[in-house]
C-alpha cells in the first residue's frame, strides 16, 4: 500500500514538558496544592460568521462560530501552584494580577487565572503558572485558547487539592473566563465528542446545540504562511445580506450533518464559510491560492476545505470511509507541494 508522508512542521520544535519538568521549571517544589491542565488545539472554523438571534428589543446579529476541534493533538499543557505568600490586592490586569507566569508574554493566561481563582473565591491570592504549547501563534488553531483552556484546568485542579475536594469543569464558565481573558475565544473548551455547538465566540456563550456530534472526518491541513498573523489586531469581518442569508443556510445544514452523520454535509459548510472569509464586504481575510485549493481537494474527492477564519492554517476534509482514501491523500499533497506547501499533516478525528 502506498505510504502517506506527513511532514508536519510542529514536530521539530522542542516537545512538551512533562508534568515534573514543569514543576522544576518554575513552580517552587513542597507546595502541595500543585494542578496540571491540558488543552487540544484545533484546525480552523467550520464556520464562522453571524447568527440572527432574538433579544427583548428586536433581533440582531451575533458573531458566532463552529470549532474544528483536534483532541487527538495536545496543544497546550499548564502546571499552577497556589503559592501562600503571594497574597494582596490583585486584579485580572497583567502585571497586576499576583501571577507569576511562565513564560511571560503569556498575560492571556495570566489574566485567564486571575479570573479563574475569583471564581473559586481566592480574590486575594496568587501563584505561579507554567504554560507550554506547542501550536505555533497566529496560525489560527487555537494557541491562545488552549493555553486558557490548560491554565483553568491546571487552576480548578490546584483548587481541588486546596479545598480536598472535586470540582468539575463547566464548560460555559471555562468559556466566559476564556472570553473575559482573550475578548475572542474558540470552542476547545467543549467535549468534542459531544453534540456540536453554535458558540458565541465574543460573549462567551452557547447559540445552539446541534442535535449530534460532528461527524468523523480525516483532515490534511496544511499552513498557508509560515509567518502567521497578529490575530489582535484583526479587523473584524462585515458581511453584506447575501452573506448572512448564507450563514444561516450553513447552520440548517450543519444541523443535518450531525443528524445524518454526513462528512459531505459538513464539508459543504466549510466551503461555504471558506469562500465567504475570502470575499467579506469589509475585512475579508483571503488564503494564498484559495482556488486551486479547492481544486485539488475536488479533484481528489474532497468534501471540503475549512480554515482559519482568523489565522493562516487550512484543512481538507475527507471521508475516512473512502476506500482509496491513502491515495487521494497522497495525491492531494503532491499537488499542494507543487504549489508551495510542502508542510502537512494528517490527522482523523475521534468523534
Known sequence: MAQITTTDSTKTRTPLLNEKDLLRASIPLGFPNVGFGSAHPHCGELLQGVTECPTSLGPRLV??????????RLGSRAAFCL??????????????????????????????????????????????????????????????????VATEEAIRNAVSSL?????????????????????????????????????????GRVLKVFAG?????????????????????????????????????????????????????????????????????????????????????????GAGVAVAHSGTVVGMIFDPALDDLEIRLIASQHDLRAIGFVDHDIFTTPY
Open 63 to 72: 458573531r458566532c462560530l463552529t470549532s474544528l476541534p483536534v483532541p487527538t
Open 83 to 148: 503559592d501562600p505568600k503571594r497574597r494582596g490586592d490583585f486584579a485580572p490586569i497583567p502585571g497586576r494580577t499576583g501571577i507569576e507566569v511562565h513564560p511571560k508574554h503569556f498575560s492571556k493566561c495570566e489574566v485567564a487565572a486571575r479570573l479563574v481563582l475569583n471564581e473559586h473565591g481566592l480574590h486575594e491570592m496568587g501563584g505561579v503558572l507554567h504554560v507550554d504549547t506547542v501550536v505555533r501563534e497566529g496560525s489560527g488553531q487555537g494557541s491562545s485558547t488552549s493555553g486558557i
Open 163 to 203: 479545598f480536598d475536594c472535586r470540582l468539575p469543569p463547566h464548560p460555559e464558565t471555562r468559556a466566559r473566563i476564556a472570553v473575559k481573558a482573550e475578548q475572542a475565544s474558540d470552542a476547545i473548551m467543549f467535549d468534542a465528542n459531544a453534540p456540536a455547538v453554535l458558540f458565541s465566540h465574543r460573549e
Open 213 to 301: 456530534p460532528l461527524p468523523r472526518m480525516t483532515v490534511l491541513a496544511f499552513d498557508t504562511d509560515q509567518q502567521g498573523l497578529n490575530t489582535d489586531k484583526l479587523p473584524r469581518a462585515r458581511y453584506n445580506a447575501d452573506q448572512i442569508g448564507q450563514f444561516a443556510a450553513a447552520i440548517g445544514l450543519l444541523e443535518r450533518a450531525c443528524i445524518r452523520n454526513s462528512v459531505a454535509d459538513i464539508g459543504l459548510v466549510a466551503t461555504v464559510s471558506a469562500k465567504i472569509s475570502e470575499t467579506a464586504v469589509e475585512n475579508p481575510l483571503p488564503k494564498p491560492r484559495f482556488s486551486e485549493i479547492l481544486d485539488i481537494c475536488h479533484d481528489h474527492g
